[in-house]
């Protein structure tokens, strides 16, 4: 069979600079493609965010290297789904992660199968604030020692005439940090098994680089989610993989500020 080349895995495909395609403002939306008809049932297809504004692409490459530094967040469609699950990477200290599934409002979360109506194209659609429903790690509290009651001092009146001490003002409370940074970075991976269980290791197929999945040169660059853009990430499709429904093609990427 005749390799197909679709693109450079560094090159990004503007199809329309400064237009997100009548997507809402707050919205991300992914077109994945692949070669053949998609298997829901049997094939996973994978959308991994590194959304910390460090670092680059997510790669299964180098994840033992890097204990999944460049790994936010990951969309797992299909794999005998029946809707998009949605999880959070946890790295973990010793080594490894821990997959914490979120559960987003339907409404910011649409899937849409066959959307090109040949059956190789799905379209996801996110509200970008459905990644501030992650989990935080919480600062550990240093004990303080109860302090001992003193009397209270008698009040002193205020002499006619004189002006009264102001009261403080309260401290403001500053606004929480998004979870997410306004940087992105992406990518796409075929597998079969359930990607989101630790214990189970799932057989992965193909990405976004010309050598399989564990190729570590593909980047799709850095997304700046403050801007409107509809790019193509298009993948290098080199050895034909099995099964056939998991050789991607591309992946076209909407953003709505």
Request: hydrophobic letters at 35%.
């Amino acid at each position: 069979m005749a390799v197909f080349v679709a693109g450079c895995g560094h090159q990004v495909t503007p199809d329309r600079a400064g237009s997100t395609n009548g997507l809402f403002p707050g919205y991300v939306q992914f077109k994945f493609r692949t070669q053949y008809p998609m298997d829901f049932t049997n094939t996973t297809y994978v959308i991994a965010f590194n959304t910390s504004g460090t670092g680059g692409s997510p790669h299964l490459g180098n994840v033992l290297s890097t204990n999944y530094a460049d790994f936010s967040w990951e969309v797992a469609v299909g794999g005998g789904q029946a809707t998009p699950v949605l999880y959070q990477i946890i790295p973990q200290p010793s080594g490894g992660f821990i997959p914490s599934p979120i559960s987003p409002n339907p409404s910011a979360f649409q899937l849409v199968t066959n959307s090109n109506g040949q059956n190789t194209e799905f379209t996801l659609t996110i509200a970008r604030n459905t990644f501030n429903a992650g989990l935080q790690p919480s600062p550990t509290a240093t004990p303080t020692a109860t302090p001992t009651p003193t009397p209270s001092p008698t009040p002193t009146a205020t002499p006619v005439g004189a002006t009264p001490s102001p009261t403080p003002s309260p401290t403001p409370v500053p606004t929480p940090t998004p979870l997410y940074s306004t940087t992105w970075y992406v990518n796409f991976f075929t597998a079969t098994g359930n990607v989101g269980v630790q214990q189970t290791i799932p057989t992965w197929i193909d990405s976004m680089s010309p050598n399989g999945y564990n190729d570590t040169t593909y980047s799709s660059g850095a997304l700046d989610v403050t801007t409107a853009f509809d790019m193509t990430l298009p993948a290098v499709v080199g050895v034909p993989v099995t099964p056939q429904s998991a050789q991607i093609i591309s992946v076209e990427v909407l953003n709505a500020p």
